[in-house]
């Protein structure tokens, strides 16, 4: 059955304008039928911006947005791999430990980029393609569904309606909050320190093979790697550390949160020369983040499919696997397909194609999500299977472990899940005889 027309197209809306809510805006643009949809996108804050400096891309996002057109304008803007994703040493002395190296030869590879460089990519392509609508100063109060569709409340007295609305806004999402009340965020007992270096402050010669480096330590590590390019190439610095929440006092979970370096000085003090050395070179104020995520969801896909989780909304992880922002992009893709395909048929049920998204993304994102935590137990020598050893004798777990780690993320063929999926959710239909008016895109 073909796709059903009407005067007006189908509404979505998108809560959060980060990474999650662009990219699902140009996933739902390029799958779905031209002039079927129309998406506005509501960010809270004054404008679209990220706080945060940067983020790596696995190819398993990469490859989805090349399939959008964003591919080369990634790479345009991804700081320099040679060949390698980390390379892991001794907190103590920089001796190597191991190395994960990453295949950069080809036009599909991962990339390190700058948050606000690739926001700014995916807002060009928002504009260039007029995939959306977008507003500011818009945060969610609360939703209520009705007869037909979702009336979203916002926070300054506002409201408006959409036949689907998406949830992208974070981790405290309010509309998580209001279908899974019972899942608060949770402190993950470890803080990270974040700054940015410029390479022209770097000291010469390098003393490590690359630039891609994880120092390793005993309740710590530390790792720095290069995003952008040219003039504007920068080293981006985390330092990550065990410690008890007690301790740290009033210090929210907030991009935006600062310390004196010299905090971070202290916690790194026994650390290596250059580990100290690029410590010096940042800024007297540095950030400073509480690192927290929620146990898995029970559900992504509520009120019959008209309302959705994407994003960190649905499954906030910590970022020892640099994997978050990969996932996000995964959703977006996987939400478009679905959304296209229920447009395009016109045989189906919101709900039924948004529960495809759930089975696709749900048991990957929930392990992503879960090996995670471990990747934080493991980088600080804290691993079930390290208890009661030195760090000496846990070297060689480490080592073994982390070479397998992440090629599973990377690798997932994501278009053959979904297919698999779909098809399981075609057959039902046509078994049924079909049931037409799912596809019509009306209010």
Known sequence: MGLKTSKRPFNIAIIGGGIAGLTTALFLHHFCPPGSIEINIYEQAEQYREIGAGVNLGVNATKLLHQIGLGDKINAIAGSKDGVFF???????SEEITTIYSNDSGKIRQAAVSRAELLQVLLDAIEERKAATLHTKKKCRSVTKT???????????????????????????PIRNQYLPHSPPLYSGKIVYRGLLPFSALPTPWPIQSHHVMWIGPNKHLLVYPISQGETQTLNFVGCITTPEESLGDLKESWSATCPRAELERDFGDCDGIVQELIRLLPEEVSKWKINDREAAEGWVFEQGRVVLVGDAGHPMVPHQSAGAGQAVEDGFVVGRAMGEFLR?????LEEWMGVYERVRMPRANKVQETSRGAG???????????????DESVPILRDTVQERMKWIWEEELEGVFEEERGKLVGKVEVEGGRGGGGCFCM
């Open 87 to 93: 390379t892991l040493r001794r907190w103590d002395n």
């Open 147 to 173: 007869k037909s569709a979702i009336k979203i409340t916002f926070t300054d007295t506002t409201a408006t309606t959409s036949s689907l609305l998406i949830a992208a806004d974070g981790i405290h999402s």
């Open 345 to 349: 048929r016109g045989d189906g049920k």
């Open 377 to 391: 137990y493991l980088y600080q020598m804290q691993a079930e299977s390290m208890k009661g050893m030195s760090y």
